[in-house]
């Protein structure tokens, strides 16, 4: 029981970093951006730039892939579907939606609102938020999905060699097969 205790803790710490790993990817050319700014002291500029929203988008984008990821995953999860819908409605609307109109007005030739210097970080910081959360859900679909009875045939996992703990295999993926002329 402890044993197992200890896998999860170690499967969720490694899923942590490297979803924060993700994260601080998308992040380092605008810290590189951020940083060059600085250096020539236009601080302020950071702020008053689209990079923030690009950052942002680009986040909101990679969620919306993890909770499409979580909602294909397995089709026995049902009463998940409608909120995996809703965290990518959320996305939409909250982070993706806002950060196009952010980059697309910041980008013409209008004057910038001094506003954006606070909607900017905040549409970050939600963005980082959701990609986390969306992380989070597909690895709980597909842990459900993988300990779900029928699932597949077993296997002793190389972590668990010696113990006496069976993990299923994941069923695989049904793709259907295109009719005519297939080259394999």
Not at 27 to 51: C, E, H, K, S, T
Not at 69 to 90: C, H, P, Q
């Amino acid at each position: 029981m402890s044993d197992n205790r200890q896998q999860q803790e170690h499967y969720s710490l490694s899923m942590m970093y490297g979803t924060y790993a993700d994260i601080l990817f998308v992040l380092f050319p605008f810290l590189v951006i951020a940083m060059q700014r600085l250096w020539d002291g236009n601080l302020y500029q950071i702020l008053m730039r689209p990079d923030l929203s690009i950052a942002a988008a680009i986040l909101a984008g990679l969620a919306i892939g993890k909770f499409v990821l979580g909602l294909v995953t397995n089709r026995d999860l049902g009463r998940y579907k409608e909120r995996i819908v809703f965290f990518i409605a959320l996305t939409l609307f909250v982070v993706l939606g806002p950060a196009i109109i952010l980059i697309l007005s910041m980008t013409g030739d209008a004057e910038i609102p001094g506003f954006v210097a606070f909607v900017q970080p905040m549409l970050l910081i939600v963005a980082i938020s959701l990609y986390t959360t969306a992380v989070s859900i597909a690895n709980i679909l597909v842990q459900t999905g993988n300990t779900r009875p029928g699932a597949g045939e077993s296997y002793k996992s190389p972590v668990a060699q010696g113990a006496d703990s069976v993990q299923p295999r994941a069923a695989p993926l049904d793709l259907p097969r295109r009719k005519g002329h297939d080259a394999y």
